[in-house]
């Protein structure tokens, strides 16, 4: 199944896929980060807080989530459910070109030892 999906901007960045849900983020060369249903090729939402070109972009695998990095050195930590920015990392010296959640998984393991 071939879909296509009009926009005003014809340079995307970068694609993240939802892991459960048929979504796909596209984020933008004017800086827009576009939420789609792609089985319904219904645009669900717009984010627009970067400066420039968004080029990395993805979800988290279990919170409503998705992280954003672009040419304004900034990354962005999303809530698609609130819809908006939860915080924002500075500190970068160059373009942000990718962005990835890390699944990080540990155990603790106690032993003790009587003498």
Same mark, same amino acid.
């Given at each position: =199944? &071939?879909?296509? #999906?009009?926009?005003?901007?014809? %340079?995307?960045?970068? &694609? ?13 060369? /004017? ?8 089985? =319904? ?6 984010? $627009? ?9 993805? #979800? ?10 672009? $040419? ?6 999303? /809530?698609?459910? &609130?819809? %908006?920015?939860? #915080? @924002? &990392? ?7 070109? @990718? @962005? ?7 155990? @603790? ?7």
């Amino acid at each position: =199944m &071939l879909t296509k #999906f009009e926009t005003k901007s014809a %340079r995307v960045k970068g &694609l993240s896929f939802h892991p459960k849900r048929p979504w796909v983020l596209a984020s933008l060369h /004017n800086g827009v980060i576009q939420l789609w249903d792609y089985r =319904m090729c219904t645009l669900i939402d717009k984010f $627009d807080e970067h400066d420039g070109p968004v080029r990395g972009i993805d #979800f988290h695998k279990q919170q409503p989530l998705f992280v954003s990095g672009g $040419d304004d050195y900034k990354i962005k930590v999303w /809530n698609y459910k &609130l819809r %908006r920015c939860l #915080f @924002t &990392l500075l500190g970068h010296l160059d373009y942000i070109r @990718t @962005t990835f959640f890390h699944h990080v998984s540990c155990s @603790t393991s106690l032993t003790h030892s009587y003498s």
